[in-house]
Structures are given as structure tokens and as C-alpha cells.
């Protein structure tokens, strides 16, 4: 492999690997602080005692977040920097704004309600970590409008001389009609992933210690298997509204979702589709007729452009060349995020029809307790990967090739030593992460007894608290 396709890998395998702990982190601070609110309105300790649990383990998780998200930092300067000075002027506005204001907010507002504990009045306290939303929430949309910029490039002027895209319209960058579409659903995936995590722990510990702690976990079983339900429904629907602003903005990613290679109208939608192995011919199919159409453009009978004729327009547009992304790649990843996560909401529907009124778990679905929050980040994965893949070869769609974004001066060798070196961090990262989790889960509610009720607002008696960590 050249420089160009280590730089890709690696940049996969970072980003990959740091997504794995983004959606558990937007999604977990705000069922803490959601369970927070509900300890704060009805002063009931269960809800207490899942808020110092759940709290803990998102906290385990967005450290490991931010370590990872500064390898991503390293790798772009190092392997990617035309790239960097390509996009620089652009991205600098919201990546500022994401530093000095989302991830202010976030770091600012963890300390102080992790410290906050039998400190802070009790409303001040619920207020801390309902700010670390805030701040997670702004630093998802920030990040994703810069990322939705690289898919629609919009409020800029190009500058030849420089060679480079110059801000003009920060307020275009923001609205643009990617991210508008893109934020909801990435973030109703997020909710995906953060309520299998908290019905997957719960289920375990339900079948593993039945007497310890039932009620509670029973609680947290439901409502994280009703997150998943509810957030599945808000994924589906985002996910039509980005379907058909995709197909305006990147036909051709659309056209590669479905490995359409002829335009059709109406179009049929794919559910399985076995062709030769580069993709180009048919040999066996399942479609549902007019469907493409409708997620394409929103009316049944609408026409899909196919891959030939759009790398036909490209030619005459951009220059002879091969705008085809991969076309089994993302062929595959679009079905397998839409089936993991339609498979991630049926668990979570069977997991209440089989708990109701009562009833108790069946020891066997123990077996789907640490698959069941695997199921929702997978399909993030793949979508994840679609989104990625399926706008080559372009790292800026129209504007800058992939090929173009390359350091000019890096080597094979050392792409290949630092790709090791992440390799092995992320490695030893991921042991530490998984083995903090189990413990931490494993220990249950025990260690959450402490002070249940609100801080004493009473000067002196804060005075004689030392300053203490909440677990």
C-alpha cells in the first residue's frame, strides 16, 4: 500500500475506534441527568442511587473519549495536512466555537458536579450536569457541521492563490442543510446506544442477582429498553429526512447505497442483492418496489439517477477520472446500519413484552445483556462508515479529492509507525476501558449508597465538608 491508502486506514481505525465512545457519552449524561430530574421531582432513592451508577460509568467512558479524541488531533496534522490547509479557514469558526464554548461547558460543569455532592444546593447541583448536556450536545452539532461542510460544501469562496476555501457565511456553514438533517438522526442513534447500555447492565444484573437490587434494575430495564424504542422511531424518521437531502447534495452516495448502476422510475429498494464481484451485475435479488424512489425524493414514482450516468455528469463536470466510491462497501454498511438497528429496537421491545407486569427475566436472555448494547453502536459503526465511504473519492465533495488531501512530505514508514503505535495505544485503551466498566458494573449499587439526600445549604456545615469526589 502507498502513503494515500495507510493515511486512509489509519484515519479509519482512529475514527472508527473513537466513535465507539462518542454515542455512549451524549447519550449517558443525559439519561444521568434525566434520572437526576426524577430523583430531584419525587425524591425517590432509587432514582438516586441509578444516577450515581449510570453517572460513574459515563464518566469512565468520556475519559476515554477525550484521550481518544486527541489521537484524531495528531493524525490529521501528521498524515492529512493539504487537508488541513484546505479546510482550515472554514472549519476554524465552528471547531473554535466547539472548543471555547461546547467543551468549556463540558469539563467546566463535570468537575463541579462530580465535587458538587453534598456541596452544592441540591437545584444548583441537578443544573451542573444538565450544563455537561448542553455542552455535549453543542460539541456533537459543532462537529457535525464542519463534518457536513466536507458533504456540501457551502459559505465559502475558493481561493486559488492560496488554495483553499475561505469562510464567508458562518451562519451557511451552520444551517446547512446536512447538518440540519444529520444532528437528529446521529444523535437518536446516540440514544440508541446510551439506552442499551443502561437496559443491557440492568438485564445482568436482574439474571445475575435476582435478589439484589431488583426493583431498581427493573426500573432501569425499562427505561432503558423505552429509550431504544423511542429513539429508533426518531431515527427512522431523520433518517428519510437525510436520505432525501443526501440524493440532492450526493447522488451518487445514494446511488452506491443501492448499487443502482442503471437510472430507473420508479425505483425498487434493495433488501438483498447477490451480484458478480465488482458489483456491476445482478445474479439474484429481493426488492420492494417504489420504495427507492420514496426515501430517494419523496414520491413514489421519482427517478434515481444510476452510477453510470452520474459518472457520465461527473467526467464532463470535474475531468476524466473514476468517481465511483466502493460499491459493496457501502452497499452493505447502508443495509447492515438500517437491519442492527432495526434489530436493536425489536430486543428492546421484546425485552418489555417479556418483563411486564412483573414478570421476571428469563435467566437464558442473560446471553443478550452484553450483546444488547453492542447491537445499537454497530449500527452506528456502519452508518458511520456509509457516510465516510460513500462520498469518495472526494475528501471535500466537488472541490478537494482525497488523493489531494495528503501530506506531501509524510512516508509509507512512518504512516506505518504511527498506525502501530495508535494500534497498540488504542489497544491497551481498550482493556483499561473494558475492565473499569466491568468493575464498575459488577459492583453495582452497592457503592452508591452515599449521602442521599441534598447538600445542607447551611454555610457552616458545608465549611466542615471536605472537598470530596461523588463515589
Known amino acids: 500500500m502507498d502513503t494515500l491508502d495507510l493515511a486512509r486506514w489509519q484515519f479509519a481505525i482512529t475514527t472508527v475506534y473513537h466513535f465507539f465512545f462518542v454515542p455512549v457519552t451524549i447519550s449517558l449524561v443525559a439519561i444521568t441527568a434525566g434520572l437526576q430530574t426524577a430523583w430531584y421531582r419525587t425524591g425517590k432513592e432509587k432514582y438516586l442511587r441509578l444516577t450515581k451508577f449510570y453517572g460513574k460509568l459515563f464518566l469512565i467512558n468520556i475519559a476515554m473519549g477525550v484521550v481518544t479524541g486527541l489521537v484524531q488531533e495528531f493524525q490529521f496534522g501528521m498524515n492529512w495536512s493539504d487537508y488541513s490547509r484546505f479546510v482550515g479557514d472554514v472549519f476554524g469558526a465552528p471547531l473554535a466555537l466547539e472548543g471555547l464554548l461546547a467543551f468549556f461547558l463540558e469539563s467546566t460543569f463535570i468537575g463541579l458536579w462530580m465535587f458538587g455532592w453534598d456541596r452544592l444546593p441540591k437545584l444548583v447541583h441537578l443544573g451542573c450536569i444538565w450544563m455537561v448536556v448542553l455542552g455535549t450536545q453543542l460539541s456533537a452539532y459543532f462537529i457535525l457541521a464542519a463534518n457536513s461542510w466536507m458533504q456540501n460544501p457551502v459559505g465559502f469562496r475558493y481561493n486559488a492563490e492560496r488554495g483553499r476555501a475561505e469562510l464567508t457565511d458562518l451562519w451557511a456553514v451552520l444551517t446547512n442543510k446536512v447538518v440540519l438533517v444529520t444532528y437528529p438522526h446521529t444523535i437518536f442513534a446516540a440514544f440508541m446506544v446510551g439506552g442499551a447500555f443502561v437496559a443491557g ?177 454497530a449500527a452506528n459503526t456502519f452508518g458511520w462508515i456509509f457516510t465516510e465511504t460513500g462520498r469518495q473519492p472526494w475528501l471535500v465533495f466537488g472541490l478537494l479529492p482525497t488523493a489531494s488531501g495528503v501530506s506531501p512530505g509524510t512516508t509509507s514508514g512512518e504512516v506505518i509507525t504511527s498506525l502501530v503505535g495508535f494500534t497498540v495505544l488504542y489497544g491497551v485503551l481498550a482493556v483499561v476501558e473494558t475492565k473499569l466498566l466491568l468493575r464498575t458494573i459488577r459492583g453495582g449499587l452497592a457503592g452508591t449508597d452515599g449521602p442521599a439526600e441534598p447538600p445542607d445549604d447551611a454555610p457552616d456545615k458545608a465549611a466542615e465538608k471536605p472537598l470530596s469526589f461523588a463515589y
Open 201 to 377: 447492565v440492568a438485564l445482568w444484573h436482574l439474571i445475575r442477582r435476582p435478589d439484589v437490587d431488583k426493583g431498581v434494575f427493573r426500573s432501569a430495564l425499562k427505561i432503558g429498553a423505552s429509550i431504544v424504542l423511542v429513539a429508533s422511531a426518531g431515527v427512522a424518521i431523520s433518517g428519510d429526512l437525510q436520505g432525501k437531502v443526501m440524493t440532492e447534495v450526493q447522488p451518487m452516495k445514494m446511488a452506491a447505497a443501492e448499487a443502482l448502476y442503471e437510472t430507473e422510475k420508479p425505483a425498487s429498494f434493495s433488501v438483498l442483492t447477490i451480484g458478480t464481484l465488482d458489483g456491476s451485475k445482478e445474479i439474484f435479488s429481493i426488492k420492494v418496489p417504489y420504495l427507492l424512489s420514496f426515501l430517494a425524493t419523496g414520491h413514489f414514482d421519482g427517478e434515481v439517477q444510476g452510477i453510470n450516468s452520474l459518472q457520465d455528469a461527473y467526467e464532463k463536470l470535474y475531468g476524466p477520472g473514476s468517481y465511483n466510491p466502493n460499491i459493496p462497501l457501502t452497499y452493505w454498511t447502508f443495509r447492515l446500519m438500517i437491519g442492527v438497528g432495526m434489530a436493536s429496537a425489536a430486543v428492546a421491545l421484546w425485552l418489555l413484552w417479556t418483563t411486564r407486569r412483573g414478570r421476571a427475566p428469563a435467566r437464558w436472555l442473560v446471553y443478550l445483556a452484553a450483546p444488547l448494547p453492542l447491537l445499537p453502536m
